[in-house]
């Protein structure tokens, strides 16, 4: 096995690095990367992090209802779906709030907040309007975040404090018609001047604020004559004013969800950026992209976390009170099977979020894998907690006035923009696959001379051959840490870690370099990679719980008993899908598809009415 | 300038279902949402521009209850006031007190804070008593106008109007004085964020009942709390024989 198999791929630079990839550990302390080697990695996961203490924790209840009591009482979601805009009265509340600029730090102006207190404020949104979540959210989770991560002193100096109070709205600039998922195909272009400035051409798509921003985090590519005598074009991002002259946008687009949220595309003529707004040096955007996205994932799952809990609450609400056939519609196994499961998802869902949150908070090094779970994670949750309220309401669900049906074309963007959940499953699946690929490469080197390196193989084939038949698992590493209540589940889910990772290391083996091309393989590979990662944090929040004064203990348990058991079926049934006949139905579906992209019509069947048997 | 106290109370949000404990000593206060009392917001809003109109040069904000009320007291600070009194009290204590004992705290605190003008919620949403800004007038010795519709401050004397049955009443009241404020005199601003972490900078004097000299022994007792009767369930009936035989067996007719 090579350890740089996924390097050369044409495939990386397409998908799995557009999606937000760093260099592959060697060793990671990831939850996520370490399943891949069936490992269990505490650090992040177990016991449940606790950050704050009842001190800290009365604090950030105290602003979060503060906040949440005013955006509710001044906020007309409906209204700003309707007119496509923000009321100024709720622009002027969120400006007095702080809530532009939530992670700047205090001197400069904003709320100085870590991320875990970030996240619990981004559930306000997520649960009251999606819109001004993306409003606020693209404008300090990916708009101005270079600067607040990467930038300069003087940079944050100049800009922080205008964009944190709300006074100027940041945007962030990477999609062009021809660059979406593979983000390092930017054309825009920023040349060198002589007096060291440089000069910006080029045209960006679908950009969240493009129309009212006043700052803007551009990326482009800046020619560079290499040694040689030729230029090579070398991604960079610049920090580029509307003031500078030549910034100008389209209309707003019309769209499905977030209406109040301003989408446009912006154009760049010959703007001149002075050199000091570059960020990072010619060469790191793409870095400077992958580290702003990666670093703003989380949010988007804690803000649905909001949104999950408000559907349940309207869900619940009307299911409680709705009489048919005589019952009260909760009293049907059909309704609490919908109920039950969303709210075992959300829970789910939110011990994820929090757990991304905190490992960022204590700068875990590689925390994007449980970032990109996450992201997948929560978007995908909430879509189905969605669709489920709407049809445990009925035709009331699908009625403008009761907000649901808008929730859910507000939803729909999450598993699509930074970074679609596709390729993100890609990036899991195959950064996973080539870190467990590293630890086997002394084994593939050993294999090359048998006779010599016995001992080291013998050794591998039959902790392969145990693992395979269950006598050494994960789960003896994993009870440890979960309360005896949950012990049934810990050894469910220990024992699932240990066949992903006998699948993992087996279509490693099988497929080799080629596995970048099993696109079919690798997400059936990260979807059981996010079920586990999703289970064990489960594992951890629910008994955290069983130690606190004033959790519903027992709710708790029923809570994680419910997710687990639904999850062990999606793990196992994507493991399931590994084998040879399922690769036959990978080929004939592959085939399928050329054929409809090469046919005429790309619909095949002969229609049913022309079927003529005589 | 004059120097304002206005009162604050920490009690269930408005919003909350409330709901009564098993052994009816009471309502479920453990886990459930509080915040300042609605008509108390107002009274903080009302001071605070005094102070935007340069009549008043500062505000005193006190709250009488357990811990957790100096988060009431810190969303008053936030609204504007500059500087908080906590008097604490357990939340045993503070649900046994009566309006008059929490009156003479009040009017204690008037007198040491050295206020010209005390202002307070008509009454508040849990206890709805009704009573302590008449009472804290009277121990004063105080002019008092309740139920305030607006306000005018004309330095030594105040123009207010009051909500009665049919209309408007407009008096005119000498100060020092206790008023109190109705619903509809102001909008109230939110606590804002950065605010609210200011005003944790600001100076909160924590003392207890008896530095204000009152006595908090119980002189209530509560006998049970209940929650409203529960309407039985209807039931339908084949005919009207059926309804007028069911309705002579219950007694009724
Ligand atoms: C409302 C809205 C707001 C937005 N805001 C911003 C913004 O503020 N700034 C900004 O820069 N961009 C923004 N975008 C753009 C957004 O980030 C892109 O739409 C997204 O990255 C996907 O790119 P694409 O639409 O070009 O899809 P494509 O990349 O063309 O993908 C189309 C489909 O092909 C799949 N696919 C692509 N490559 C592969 C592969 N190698 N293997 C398997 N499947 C693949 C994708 O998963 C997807 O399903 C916004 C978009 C919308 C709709």
Known sequence: ?614 | MVRVAVGVKRVIDYAVKIRVKPDGSGVVKDSVKHSMNPFCEIAVEEAVRLKEKKIAKEIVAFTIGPKQSAETLRTALAMGCDRGVHVNVDQAQLDALTPLQISKMAAKIAETEAADLLLMGKLAIDGDYGQTAAMTAAILDWPQATNLYSLQHNGDSATVEREIDGGLETNEIKTPAVLSVDLRINQPRYATLPNIMKAKKKKVKAVKPADLGVDVAPTLNVIKVAEPPVRAAGEIVEDVDTLISKLKDAGRI
Not at chain 1, 290 to 303: F, H, I
Not at chain 1, 342 to 355: G, N
Request: charged share 25%; net charge negative.
């Open chain 1, 1 to 614: 096995m090579k350890r740089v198999i996924l390097q050369k791929s044409n495939f990386l630079k397409q998908g799995v690095r557009a999606a937000g990839s760093k260099p592959i550990p060697d060793r990671s302390d990831s939850f996520v990367f370490g399943l891949f080697n069936g490992e269990i990695n505490p650090k992040n996961i177990f016991p449940y992090p606790s950050v704050f203490n009842q001190e800290q924790v009365d604090e950030l209840n105290e602003l979060f209802s503060a906040s949440f009591d005013a955006f509710d009482g001044t906020n007309e979601a409906l209204e700003n779906d309707l007119r496509g805009d923000l009321d100024p009265e709720m622009v002027q509340m969120l400006r007095d709030f702080g809530l532009f600029g939530m992670q700047v730090p205090e001197e400069l102006g904003g709320l100085g907040m870590s991320n875990v207190q970030m996240a619990r404020m981004s559930e306000i949104g997520g649960e009251l309007d999606l819109g001004v979540s993306i409003y606020i959210g693209a404008h300090q989770s990916i708009g101005f975040k270079a600067i607040l991560i990467l930038g300069t002193q003087e940079m944050k100096e100049k800009y922080l404090p205008l964009v944190a109070s709300g006074e100027k709205i940041a945007a962030f600039c990477l999609t062009e018609p021809s660059t979406g998922s593979d983000a390092s195909s930017v054309q825009t272009r920023a040349v060198k001047q002589e007096d060291g400035s440089y000069l910006m051409n080029g045209g960006k798509i679908w950009i969240t604020g493009g129309g009212i921003a006043d700052i803007f985090t551009v990326f482009a590519q800046v020619p560079v004559q290499q040694e040689d005598g030729t230029i090579k074009d070398k991604m960079t991002a610049f920090i580029v004013e509307r003031d500078f002259g030549g910034v100008t946008h389209g209309a707003p687009e019309k769209k499905m969800g977030i209406k109040c949220s301003n989408t446009a595309e912006v154009y760049f003529d010959d703007v001149r950026i002075p050199a000091e707004n570059m960020i990072g040096e010619v060469g790191e955007g793409f870095k400077v992209a992958m580290e702003v996205l990666n670093s703003g994932r989380y949010g988007m799952g804690a803000t649905l976390n909001g949104t999950q809990k408000g559907l349940i609450k309207k869900a619940t609400e009307f299911a409680a009170n709705r009489t048919q056939f005589r019952d009260k519609i909760y009293k049907f196994g059909a309704i609490q099977e919908k109920l039950a499961r969303m709210h075992a998802e959300q829970y789910a869902s939110e011990a994820v979020s929090y757990l991304v949150a905190n490992a960022m908070d204590h700068k875990t090094e590689n925390y994007h894998l449980e970032a990109a779970c996450g992201k997948i994670f929560a978007s995908e949750r909430a879509w189905h907690c969605c669709d489920e309220t709407i049809q445990v309401m009925g035709g009331m669900g699908y009625m403008f006035e009761q907000g649901v049906e808008k929730v859910m074309r507000d939803l729909r963007i999450f598993r699509i923009f930074e970074g679609t959940n596709d390729i993100l499953r890609l990036m899991v699946g195959l950064q996973g696959l080539q870190y467990t690929g590293q630890q086997l490469a002394p084994i593939a080197k050993a294999a090359k001379s048998p006779i010599a390196n016995a001992p080291t193989l013998i050794k591998f084939k039959m902790d392969q051959r145990a693992k395979e038949k269950g006598s050494k698992t994960a789960v003896n590493d994993l009870k440890q840490y979960v309360d005896p209540a949950l012990h049934p589940e810990a050894q469910k889910v220990g024992e699932a870690i240990t066949r992903f990772e006998v699948a993992s290391k087996k279509i490693l083996q099988k497929f080799n370099k080629d596995i970048i091309n099993q696109q079919f393989h690798v997400k059936r590979i990260a979807e059981a990679a996010i079920e586990l990662f999703a289970s064990s944090a489960v594992l951890s929040r629910a008994t955290a719980a069983q130690k606190h004064p004033t959790a519903n203990k027992e709710e708790e348990i029923l809570l994680a008993k419910t997710y687990i058991f639904d999850s062990l079926k999606k793990i196992h049934g994507a493991l399931d899908q590994l084998t040879e006949q399922d690769e036959s139905h990978w080929k004939n579906m592959a085939e399928l598809t050329e054929k409809m992209v090469n046919a005429d019509s790309p619909v095949l069947g002969a229609h049913p009415t022309e079927l003529i048997h005589k």
